[in-house]
């Protein structure tokens, strides 16, 4: 009888691996709704838009892109743990989601458990800036700089808990300084108040800065990612510039919801990466201070794992918290 048992649950695990795999090879049969939980225009948006123009011209099907801003992007990740999980449905979202976990008092979802990872599009590395009225020209001279003027440097960020508040953050954990943070609504105002002078410093993604940094308005002095930026040409890794281990870097990948079967997410993810490898995508993205970043699924949902835990680490040492 067990016998009989053993053979009738094989037969059954067999007849599903076949069926996943020819639901993967007819994947997909109609168009894909992709949740971007960002305003049109960001680097959510344009990233996204540059990838999915390729898989729709290969796969037959449209990537239709269905932008959901609002709460930090909550609100479209809830439209995503809440949608069939058949492939249909996939988001388009940055570290922001993870750090949402550790940051909101309750969300709808569960970070890890409602989401499959698919993809990695791209990083999106932040870079150490100041103001030129500020006397440091380098990472080693703007932490000994901050030593000697405890609590007297202003620093802004995009926001509470935003990926430039906890670069910095990071940053000050590593080397013991005291500096004064100053958040504002968004990365436009950020970098604003850093050309005025109204701060003296800031992490900020390199794409929102490097149009000032070339016309000198702004001075880097290192960037958070574990190589260098091809977009910064001579601006050292902050880790090669004395604060060794230091990595931070943001980044912008591809999700389904949990359940989704593998098939699908391999058949997503070759194609995305077969995108990012495309000569005038690398292009476009490096223009933009983006660097493409291919990964299996399993890479990409133990990089999920392990940057949760560090969001959550800085999230507590900063005390943020959004009601």
């Known amino acids: 009888m067990k016998r009989i048992l053993h053979i009738t649950a094989a037969a059954v695990i067999t007849s599903l691996f076949a069926s996943f795999a020819a639901v993967a090879q007819t994947y997909p049969a109609k168009p894909v709704r992709v949740v971007i939980p960002w305003p049109p225009g960001g680097s959510n948006d344009v990233v996204g838009r540059l990838v999915l123009q390729k898989l729709s011209n290969w796969m037959g099907q449209q990537f239709v892109v269905d932008n959901r801003p609002g709460a930090s992007g909550s609100i479209g990740s809830d439209v995503v743990a809440k949608a069939a999980p058949d492939g249909y449905t996939i988001m388009i979202h940055s570290t922001t989601h993870l750090g949402n976990a550790h940051l909101y008092k309750k969300l709808p979802y569960d970070t890890l458990k409602d989401f499959a990872g698919v993809a990695l599009l791209t990083a999106q590395p932040g870079v150490l800036t100041v103001h030129p009225s500020l006397p440091a020209k380098s990472v080693k001279e703007f932490i000994a700089l901050a ?71 702004l001075r880097p002095l290192g960037v958070g990612s574990a190589k260098p930026s091809k977009a910064l040409p001579g601006v050292p890794t902050i880790s090669d510039s004395g604060v060794r281990g ?9 999700y389904a919801p949990a359940g989704t079967p593998k098939p699908i997410i391999d058949r997503l993810n070759a194609e995305i990466n077969k995108a990012l490898a495309q000569p005038d995508i690398v292009q476009k993205l490096e223009n933009q201070a983006l660097d493409p970043s291919p990964s299996t699924a399993e890479e990409f949902n133990a990089r999920i794992k392990t940057d949760y835990e560090k969001y959550g680490k800085l999230v507590k040492l900063t005390g943020a918290k959004i009601e």
């Open 147 to 217: 030593k000697a003027r405890p609590g007297q440097i202003l620093y802004s960020s995009s926001g509470n808990g935003s990926a430039p508040h906890l670069q910095m953050a990071l940053l000050i954990s590593m080397t013991g300084i005291n500096i004064t943070h100053v958040p504002y609504k968004g990365g436009v105002p950020q970098v604003a108040a850093l050309v005025s002078g109204e701060s003296q410093a800031s992490f900020a993604t390199i794409s929102t800065v490097v149009a000032h940094i070339r016309n000198g308005k």
């Open 246 to 254: 230091y990595e931070m870097a943001p980044w912008i990948g591809v």
